[in-house]
């Protein structure tokens, strides 16, 4: 109890520290330069009508993405509601809006491995979070070649993409011949039952497909509120984009990383930096504060779940540090 309490004011002090210094920054925008301060600016015009559209399609995402993992859990053993999934994945993300190294991650693995039964459960979430990231980085392919077909991206990003699926469709394969009979082997777990019947994932993909139009409809959304043209195109630059800077999680919700590769992107679109910088502030905001409010809801959900399982609970079998 003592550790946990630990970590969560290490967590609370970076979260305030974090919290500051945006702060500061939304004050005095012209500590960052006039382009800078030019972007924040240029939010005062921004459609709320659009926004909000844009909030709700995050938040589709945020389902979808729960639901995707929840199906492979399932295919493993697992036992796992729809929205205790949707509970589990949000609190991730709220980790992820507050921390940097994706540490929401971490704890999406360790949520959803209590729904398992066996000893080893870390290590088949483990590798159903990256059974999940391959059917991710299918669709990513898939919008590479949408931007692609507008004249936006490069084809050679499809190839790196192709080759990380060919090697998650490879391992379902040999996987399917193995036992899971060492704590290593439980990591391919997700990709033994899959390679074993294959039309199992045709839920997790179904799932992740509409998690990728979600998040292309939200960022289209975020660029036409500013007024900007060719939003379908802008947003399949976008959505790459962003998947390329989460790879290198230096900052809480990948603020700075994320916005610069937004920019580059977009202005090789031919969008103004300004116009980029704008766009790019305005997807980190609601992402973040759809972040923030999953987390609560996440949070709450886990809240009242405790409660009634303390009463259901007899009092001779009910844990003092549960209830």
């Known amino acids: 109890m003592r550790q946990a309490l630990a ?13 500051l210094a945006v702060v500061a920054v939304a004050a005095t925008p012209q500590l960052l330069g006039t382009r800078m301060g030019a972007a924040f600016e240029r939010l005062g015009d921004a459609r709320p009508a659009w926004l909000w559209l844009a ?43 507050f921390l940097p190294a994706r540490l929401g991650d971490a704890a999406r693995i360790a949520l959803f491995s209590r729904t ?22 299918l669709w990513i392919a898939v919008l590479i070649l949408g931007g692609f077909a507008f004249g936006a991206l490069p084809l050679w990003p499809v190839l790196v993409c192709a080759a990380f699926v060919a090697v998650a469709v490879l391992v379902a394969a040999v996987a399917r011949r193995q036992r899971a009979d060492t704590r290593l082997a439980h990591f391919f777990d997700a990709y033994r039952e899959l390679g074993r019947h294959p039309r199992e994932a045709a839920p997790m993909l179904a799932w992740m497909a509409v ?11 975020i660029v036409s509120s500013l007024g ?40 090789g679109y031919g969008i103004s930096v300004t116009a980029a910088l704008t766009i790019g502030i305005v997807l980190h905001a609601v992402e973040s504060v759809a972040g923030v409010a999953r987390r609560s809801a996440g949070s709450a959900w886990w809240a009242g779940g405790a409660r009634r399982s303390c009463s259901a609970a007899p009092s001779s079998s009910r844990p003092s540090w549960v209830c």
């Open 7 to 19: 970590e969560r004011k290490r967590s609370l002090v970076a979260a305030a520290f974090f919290s």
């Open 55 to 97: 909030a709700l399609l995050v938040v589709v995402a945020l389902v979808a993405f729960a639901q995707a993992w929840r199906s492979v859990i399932r295919s493993c053993g697992g036992s796992v509601g729809r929205v205790d999934s949707v509970a589990r994945y949000a609190v991730g993300s709220g980790v992820n809006t």
């Open 116 to 137: 398992l039964g066996h000893r080893e459960r870390v290590w088949t979430s483990a590798g159903v979070y990256t059974t999940v990231g391959a059917a991710r980085t």
């Open 211 to 221: 998690a990728t139009a979600a998040r292309v409809g939200a960022a289209a959304a």
């Open 228 to 267: 900007v043209h060719r939003s379908l195109g802008a947003a399949l630059l976008i959505v790459p984009a962003l998947e390329a800077a989460s790879l290198v999680p230096l900052a809480p919700g990948g603020l700075g990383l994320s916005s610069g590769a937004v920019v580059v992107a977009l202005h």
